[in-house]
C-alpha cells in the first residue's frame, strides 16, 4: 500500500450531482482496490442534507473546520457554483487550504470558485462548454481558457470540463499518482468507458535530462512496459514485448549505451537513447555524421505536454555537440499515428527497412545550427 490521501469533496446547494458523486467514486473505487484513497465529503457549516441541482440530498462528513486535512481537494460545479463564488468566506477558506494541498480539482464551473479564490493566476483553466464566458470573466487575465477540451493539468491545480469531465479528470489523476493499470482497473470497477484519447491539456513542471543510472533501472523498466502495452491496446501492434525489459537487460542497457532520462520533479516522464555506431537497418544509407535515437518514450501519464518534442531537441543540441549534422531515427511502419507524429516535427521519410514480421521506416532531420 502507498502513502493514504485524503480526498475531500465540497457540497454546497445546488451543487451538480455528478460533479460530485463522479470523482468521489473514482478516488473511492481507486482506493477500494489500493487502500491508499480516504474520500469523504464536507461542507463550509457541515450542516445537511445539502440538496444537489437535481434535488439529492447528501448529508456532508464533515465541516470546513473540523474535516481531516485533505491531500486533494475537489470543489464541484453546478448552477450553486454562481452564487458560491460570491461567497467570500468559502472562497478564502479554498484559498488558504489549498496552499497546503498536493492537488486542488475543480469540475465544470468549480472553476469559478478557484477564480474568484485567486489561485488561477498565470494557468491553464477550463470548464462547462456552456460557462466559458462566466471564466473568462472571472479568471485573471493572466490565464489561459482552453475550449473544447476534458482537462487542464498545470500540477497543483487541475480543472475540468462539464460533469462527465470530471470523471474523466479524476481517472487521469488516479493515473498521474498510481499509474495507468491502476486508472484502467478503477474505471473497469466502475464500467466506465475511459476514452484516453479525448483532448486535454497537461501543462507540467520544468523537465531535467541527465544519464540514467542503475538507481533508475526500475522505473525506467516500467515506463517502458507501460509503453509496450499501450501500444499494443491502442494500435494493435506489437513493436515491444515486456520480455525485452527485463531488469538485467535494462541494466545492461544502461550501462553498454547513452541512455537518459527526463524528470518533472522527481518523477519518470520519458527516456531516450543515442547511438553513434553502425545501424544494419540502415545498411547503405547509414553514415556517421548523425546520431540515431532509441527508445524514445513518454510516460501516459504526461500525454500532452509535448515531451516528445523536447525530448527531441534536447537530442539534436547534444548530438549538434559532438559535431554532427543530423539526427535520424526509425519508427515502425505500421504505426501510422507515430509516422504522421515524426512527420509533423520536421523528420524526412529516407525509406524503408523490412524484415521477417515488422517493418521500420527510417527518418532523419537537418540539425539546426546556432
Known amino acids: 500500500m502507498g502513502k493514504m490521501r485524503n480526498v475531500a469533496v465540497l457540497l454546497y446547494e445546488r451543487a451538480d450531482t455528478l460533479d460530485v458523486t463522479g470523482p468521489y467514486d473514482v478516488f473511492g473505487a481507486a482506493g477500494f482496490l489500493g487502500k491508499d484513497f480516504s474520500v469523504y465529503t464536507f461542507s463550509l457549516d457541515g450542516d445537511g442534507p445539502i440538496r444537489t441541482v437535481s434535488g439529492l440530498a447528501i448529508l456532508p462528513d464533515y465541516s470546513a473546520e473540523n474535516l481531516p486535512a485533505p491531500d486533494i481537494l475537489v470543489i464541484p460545479g453546478g448552477w450553486g457554483a454562481r452564487q458560491e463564488m460570491h461567497n467570500e468566506r468559502l472562497t478564502s477558506w479554498i484559498r488558504e487550504t489549498a496552499a497546503n494541498t498536493e492537488i486542488v480539482l475543480s469540475v465544470c464551473t468549480g472553476a469559478l470558485l478557484l477564480a474568484k479564490a485567486g489561485l488561477l493566476e498565470n494557468l491553464g483553466v477550463t470548464t462547462n462548454r ?189 548530438i549538434r555537440e559532438r559535431g554532427k549534422s543530423w539526427l535520424r531515427l526509425d519508427c515502425m511502419a505500421e504505426n501510422p499515428s507515430l509516422n504522421s507524429y515524426y512527420q509533423g516535427l520536421g523528420f524526412i521519410l529516407q525509406g524503408r527497412f523490412d524484415a521477417s514480421g515488422w517493418s521500420a521506416n527510417l527518418y532523419e532531420r537537418k540539425i539546426r545550427q546556432v
Not at 176 to 189: D, F, P, V, Y
Not at 193 to 205: D, I, S, T
Open 130 to 318: 456552456r460557462a466559458m464566458d462566466l471564466l473568462r470573466e472571472a479568471a485573471p487575465a493572466s490565464a489561459t481558457v482552453y475550449d473544447n477540451v476534458r482537462y487542464v493539468d498545470n500540477g497543483h491545480i487541475v480543472t475540468s470540463g462539464g460533469v462527465t469531465a470530471g470523471i474523466d479528470a479524476a481517472l487521469y489523476l488516479v493515473s498521474r499518482l498510481h499509474g495507468e493499470q491502476r486508472a484502467l482497473e478503477t474505471a473497469s470497477m466502475l464500467e466506465y468507458q475511459w476514452n484516453r484519447e479525448l483532448p486535454a491539456v497537461v501543462r507540467g513542471e520544468a523537465l531535467t535530462i541527465r544519464r540514467a543510472t542503475n538507481e533508475d533501472a526500475a522505473a525506467l523498466r516500467a515506463l517502458l512496459i507501460e509503453a509496450a502495452g499501450w501500444i499494443q491496446s491502442v494500435h494493435g501492434i506489437r513493436q515491444w514485448r515486456e520480455q525485452m525489459f527485463t531488469r538485467e537487460i535494462i541494466d545492461d542497457f544502461i550501462r553498454d549505451y547513452e541512455v537518459f532520462v527526463a524528470l518533472q520533479g522527481q518523477e519518470l516522464a520519458g527516456c531516450f537513447s543515442v547511438h553513434w555506431g553502425y545501424e544494419e537497418i540502415w545498411g547503405e544509407k547509414f553514415h556517421d555524421d548523425a546520431g540515431y535515437v532509441h527508445r524514445l518514450t513518454v510516460s501516459r501519464s504526461r500525454k500532452g505536454q509535448e515531451i516528445g518534442k523536447q525530448l527531441l531537441d534536447w537530442a539534436e543540441n547534444y
